[in-house]
């Protein structure tokens, strides 16, 4: 393995020049999917080899239940410090593993939550809860998919901000985007270099929204003044996995880029830009990070084979 075993702990350190690009640079679909890849193939290869240098380290450990074979000096070596950096390795597996277990806890409870809160009302695609405090968001469930809205919303909204209002959250549970959102959640977690790629997501699905919105109505002032009204009197979501019309982000950018014209929609920039530049940097990392992390598990699987007992 060698020093290679490293470096896709490190690597998502070349994504970040794309994630501040592509919220600027790419049309919001295009940067959502990306990013979205992006994220999550770095943060598997990271936790592999986090993975295999926790197997080295729990083969130091007296009274371990592996095989004698897995502490042999060959096993050893095969990791550059490797009595530091097994031991490392074991609570930093554990932690990336608690971390994204309480994620995944937390956007399940939330949306028990929501849903449970739904009980009662009619089985309509908007939920219009009697509530005086103002918030909008998508519920996703499957074939119970909703649009909940609280009436201190709808009062305080136009009739065509009404309309942006539900045809931005129909756009979320259209094209999933609490999936991207909760996979870039979960990348983070894993590896805390990707957290630029979550907050990006978490900008780029609601510029993607905002513009199917805008499609929707015809008019992408009137989105741009939904979103403005309702930012200045909503909570936002109940969860970071939820997405919603005033979720918290950098709205004013969103209002501004609504404000000019309409993105072009390009699946791949010309190589010789800045984004096409910081793309093929983010590719090369994820390409690399793949081959390191694959030839590091060969090479471990190799020497254990070996070093295990018939």
């Not at 309480?102 to 399940?108: D, E, F, S």
């Not at 809205?149 to 942006?164: D, Q």
């Not at 999936?179 to 870039?184: D, N, P």
């Not at 609601?206 to 008019?219: C, Y």
């Amino acid at each position: 393995m060698g020093i290679f075993v490293f470096l896709p702990l490190v690597l998502p350190l070349t994504t970040w020049p794309i994630a501040r690009l592509a919220e600027q640079r790419l049309h919001p679909r295009t940067a959502t999917v990306l990013l979205t890849v992006l994220a999550t193939a770095m943060a598997l290869c990271s936790t592999v080899c986090l993975g295999l240098l926790m197997v080295v380290g729990t083969a130091q450990l007296p009274g371990n239940p592996l095989p004698d074979g897995w502490s042999d000096p060959e096993v050893r070596e095969s990791v550059p410090r490797h009595e530091v950096a097994g031991k490392a390795a074991i609570p930093g597996l554990l932690a990336v593993v608690v971390a994204c277990g309480r994620a995944v806890l937390q956007h399940c409870a939330v949306r028990r939550r929501a849903h449970r809160a739904l009980a009662g009302l009619p089985r309509t695609e908007v939920a219009v809860l009697p509530d005086p405090e103002p918030y909008a968001y998508a519920l996703p469930g499957g074939d119970r998919d909703r649009i909940v809205v609280s009436t201190g919303l709808l009062t305080r909204l136009a009739a065509r901000e009404r309309r942006a209002l539900f045809a931005h959250e129909r756009s979320h549970l259209a094209a999933r985007h609490h999936r991207h959102l909760l996979l870039v959640r979960l990348a983070a977690c894993a590896n805390p270099f990707l957290l630029p790629l979550r907050t990006a997501v978490a900008y780029t699905v609601e510029r993607w929204a905002d513009e199917e919105a805008a499609q929707a109505v015809g008019s992408r002032k009137a989105v741009a003044r939904a979103i403005g009204r309702a930012a200045l009197v909503s909570r936002g979501t109940p969860a970071p996995t939820l997405a919603g019309l005033a979720a918290p982000g950098p709205l004013p950018r969103r209002v501004a880029a609504l404000l000019g014209p309409a993105p072009a929609v390009r699946t791949w920039p010309p190589v010789f830009t800045t984004v096409g530049l910081a793309l093929w940097t983010a590719a090369t990392g994820v390409l690399l990070s793949a081959m390191f992390s694959a030839n590091s598990a060969l090479t471990l699987m190799l020497l254990l084979h070996a070093a295990t007992p018939l």
